[in-house]
Antibody, heavy 119, light 111 residues
Framework: EVQLAESGGGLVQPGGSLRLSCTAS????????MSWVRQAPGKGLEWVAS????????YYVDSVKGRFTISRDNAKNSLYLQMNSLRAEDTAIFYC????????????WGQGALVTVSS | DIVMTQTPLSSPVTPGQPASISCRSS???????????LSWLQQRPGQPPRLLIY???KRLSGVPDRFSGSGAGTDFTLKISRVEAEDVGVYYC?????????FGGGTKVEI
């Protein structure tokens, strides 16, 4: 069974930093693209970033470019999101997601980690 | 960026009756490989999203056959043939044809 578990969320002041982790199990982590998707309170879904299998290909939504960095450690079956210069508008639930069924869509999701940016 | 526009924003439904959600993209979602990477997700209250339909009309294993997807190019539709109480939630379309990946704004289905 595919499982994705996010951790590292919490309360941070504007301008601060936070690192999210996503630990994967139940599939060959190193064979799949991985992504982060966020959802602000009461709002819709927003794709944040994606990373290819070996970490050489990274894509970001414009609003986080230069502030967020997606990375992975295939030996640890883990995906990361380093978030710097956080803003109030970054407050959201951050989901780790992937496509392990060859759907070119997000067929597997974690439960999410809440990040709150507030003074 | 490809903008995904969903209508309606909200859809009051009666159990046993059909429901339909429209999704329109600002440009064609046909990929250079010939596939169209348009998917539909369901998000029940307090839950992460769940994939229902991918590549316009392919139902994920385990998804009830009352859910169906159709469309082409820039216009797509999700239909629920007979709404059940468990179908309450917000439905999103999403395109994965090109980066940045984008979602529709969501349609709330409520009984």
């Amino acid at each position: 069974e595919v499982q994705l578990a996010e951790s590292g969320g919490g309360l941070v002041q504007p301008g601060g930093s936070l690192r999210l982790s996503c630990t994967a199990s139940g599939f060959t982590f190193s064979s799949y693209w991985m992504s982060w998707v966020r959802q602000a309170p009461g709002k819709g879904l927003e794709w944040v970033a994606s990373l290819n299998q070996d970490g050489s290909g990274k894509y970001y939504v414009d609003s986080v470019k230069g502030r967020f960095t997606i990375s992975r450690d295939n030996a640890k079956n883990s995906l990361y999101l380093q978030m710097n210069s956080l803003r109030a508008e970054d407050t959201a639930i951050f989901y780790c997601a992937t496509d392990v069924m060859g759907t070119w869509a997000y067929d597997s999701w974690g439960q999410g980690a809440l990040v709150t940016v507030s003074s | 960026d490809i903008v995904m526009t969903q209508t309606p924003l909200s859809s009051p439904v009666t159990p046993g009756q059909p429901a339909s959600i429209s999704c329109r993209s600002s440009q064609s979602l046909v990929h250079s490989d010939g596939n169209t990477y348009l998917s539909w997700l369901q998000q029940r209250p307090g839950q992460p999203p769940r994939l229902l339909i991918y590549k316009i009309s392919k139902r994920l294993s385990g998804v009830p056959d009352r859910f169906s997807g159709s469309g082409a190019g820039t216009d797509f539709t999700l239909k629920i043939s007979r709404v059940e109480a468990e179908d309450v939630g917000v439905y999103y379309c999403m395109q994965a044809t090109q980066f940045p990946l984008t979602f529709g704004g969501g349609t709330k289905v409520e009984i």
